[in-house]
């Protein structure tokens, strides 16, 4: 209450006080209840923020080891990741899905494949490397 009613329910009397007391207690209640609602929710909100963003912003630290996965050239998607995967098999997929004229399904491919073969030692490699570095010679491409 303001200082003007309770000047007012000083000069009316207690019975005043009393009813003005009773009107106002339910609506009171309403935002004691209110309230504790509204503080509820900000905790459940607050932690489950905190627990997003723990996912979100989880580092390396953990003590999982990190899974190395393995490229095949099954897909268009794959063959333009698999000079950058490692691995000996690797190798040996890029030797499998070379064309006979020395190259890949474009000149990108053929380019990165002829570099990742140039550090090759296997005499397969070696060999993929020499071909797909005479394929880009007659398209009139360097490495």
Not at 15 to 27: G, L, S
Not at 48 to 74: C, D, I, K, M, N
């Amino acid at each position: 209450m303001n200082a003007d009613l309770e000047e007012m329910l000083g000069e009316l009397g207690p019975d005043y006080r009393d009813m003005v007391r009773r009107m106002k207690a339910p609506f009171e209640e309403r935002r004691r209840l209110r309230l504790g609602w509204m503080v509820g929710g900000l905790a459940a909100a607050s932690l489950l923020a905190f627990l997003g963003l723990s996912v979100f912003f989880r580092g390396s630290t953990s003590s999982a080891p990190e899974r190395v996965y393995t490229v095949r050239a099954a897909s268009a998607a794959n063959s333009f990741m698999l000079a950058h995967a490692d691995g000996d098999e690797v190798v040996r997929e890029l030797v499998r899905t070379q064309r006979a004229d020395g190259g890949w399904d474009n000149d990108f491919l053929t380019r990165q494949n002829a570099a990742r073969l140039a550090s090759a030692t296997s005499a397969d490699a070696r060999l993929a490397y020499r071909r797909a570095l005479r394929n880009l010679r007659l398209r009139g491409l360097r490495l």
